[in-house]
């Protein structure tokens, strides 16, 4: 609503000085009517200015509306251009791209050797439509203590390559620089108190790193990963708005269109003032 009164009010300035220089602007004496060069007592039909043809409409007489000058010409087409540019706008813009965010969540239970809880897998990419492109991923690890409490590390990868894992406990608060590979994870799964010198367990450390790197790749997320018994896979796609380059690409295409337009009206205006015969 405030967007279609701001245009009325826009639209209402144009007629106004439309308006006021139909009052105003009237010839006082014949000229010629691109130019404005007087013409009164001219021997011949041809302006000595600017070569126009006077006869035929090519004259304005006494009392007649003097055309209007190019800055108001250009001043006309500022003010009324906003309406055509907003209808159209959003006319367009449901056909505009929309970011939309997928992500998937696998959680490996039950693995072979036994040695902890869970390992679980989030992946979330970006794009528009069909196209996806990796953004993050996370991933944990959880083993239960001897006291009973559940230790948690968290892997963390973007797209930007500043990967590093962390301890999931209120008193740690250090992260470690990571890389996605064998090595990485297996400290990571060390800091929770999984034993990885338990050849089961490395077997299932690689397939984590393999499934890792698959993820960082784009590639959706494999229901089923070797060493693990137990899998749950949910995916779902967040809708989130349109990107900043879609409005940037609008504002430049009608700050186009009123340059095109105001270089026309520019380069088709008659002279504004009247100059006598010298």
């Given at each position: 609503?405030?967007?279609?009164?701001?245009?009325?009010?826009?639209?209402?300035?144009?007629?106004?000085?439309?308006?006021?220089?139909?009052?105003?602007?009237?010839?006082?004496?014949?000229?010629?009517?691109?130019c404005g060069y007087l013409v009164t007592g001219l021997p011949t039909n041809i302006c000595p200015e600017c070569g126009s043809n006077l006869a035929g409409g090519g004259t304005l007489q006494q009392g007649q509306r003097r055309p209007l000058s190019p800055i108001q010409r250009i001043l006309i087409w500022s003010?009324?251009?906003?309406?055509?540019?907003?209808?159209?706008?959003?006319?367009?813009?449901?056909?505009?791209?929309?970011?939309?965010?997928?992500?998937?969540?696998?959680?490996?239970?039950?693995?072979?050797?036994?040695?902890?809880?869970?390992?679980?897998?989030?992946?979330?990419?970006?794009?528009?439509?069909?196209?996806?492109?990796?953004?993050?991923?996370?991933?944990?690890?959880?083993?239960?203590?001897?006291?009973?409490?559940?230790?948690?590390?968290?892997?963390?990868?973007?797209?930007?390559?500043?990967?590093?894992?962390?301890?999931?406990?209120?008193?740690?608060?250090?992260?470690?620089?990571?890389?996605?590979?064998?090595v990485s994870v297996s400290k990571c799964m060390e800091g929770a108190g999984i034993d990885t010198g338990n050849s089961a367990v490395r077997r299932e450390a690689a397939a984590v790193?393999?499934?890792?790197?698959?993820?960082?790749?784009?590639?959706?997320?494999?229901?089923?990963?070797?060493?693990?018994?137990?899998?749950?896979?949910?995916?779902?796609?967040?809708?989130?708005?349109?990107?900043?380059?879609?409005?940037?690409?609008?504002?430049?295409?009608?700050?186009?269109?009123?340059?095109?337009?105001?270089?026309?009206?520019?380069?088709?205006?008659?002279?504004?003032?009247?100059?006598?015969?010298?």
């Amino acid at each position: 609503m405030p967007s279609l009164l701001l245009i009325a009010l826009l639209a209402a300035a144009a007629a106004v000085i439309v308006w006021l220089h139909g009052r105003r602007g009237r010839v006082l004496e014949a000229c010629c009517r691109r130019c404005g060069y007087l013409v009164t007592g001219l021997p011949t039909n041809i302006c000595p200015e600017c070569g126009s043809n006077l006869a035929g409409g090519g004259t304005l007489q006494q009392g007649q509306r003097r055309p209007l000058s190019p800055i108001q010409r250009i001043l006309i087409w500022s003010l009324l251009l906003p309406l055509p540019a907003v209808v159209i706008t959003l006319r367009a813009e449901p056909f505009a791209p929309r970011l939309s965010t997928t992500y998937e969540s696998l959680s490996l239970t039950l693995p072979h050797s036994r040695n902890y809880s869970e390992v679980m897998i989030g992946a979330y990419r970006e794009g528009y439509g069909s196209w996806r492109q990796f953004k993050f991923m996370e991933v944990s690890f959880t083993k239960e203590s001897s006291n009973g409490r559940l230790v948690v590390t968290v892997f963390m990868v973007n797209v930007h390559g500043a990967n590093y894992w962390y301890v999931l406990t209120p008193n740690v608060n250090s992260a470690f620089q990571a890389s996605v590979d064998l090595v990485s994870v297996s400290k990571c799964m060390e800091g929770a108190g999984i034993d990885t010198g338990n050849s089961a367990v490395r077997r299932e450390a690689a397939a984590v790193v393999e499934t890792m790197l698959s993820a960082q790749a784009g590639k959706p997320l494999a229901a089923r990963v070797e060493g693990f018994e137990g899998t749950s896979l949910t995916t779902g796609t967040a809708m989130s708005g349109r990107p900043a380059w879609v409005f940037w690409s609008a504002l430049v295409f009608w700050l186009i269109v009123w340059l095109i337009g105001a270089a026309i009206l520019r380069a088709t205006s008659p002279s504004r003032g009247a100059r006598r015969q010298r």
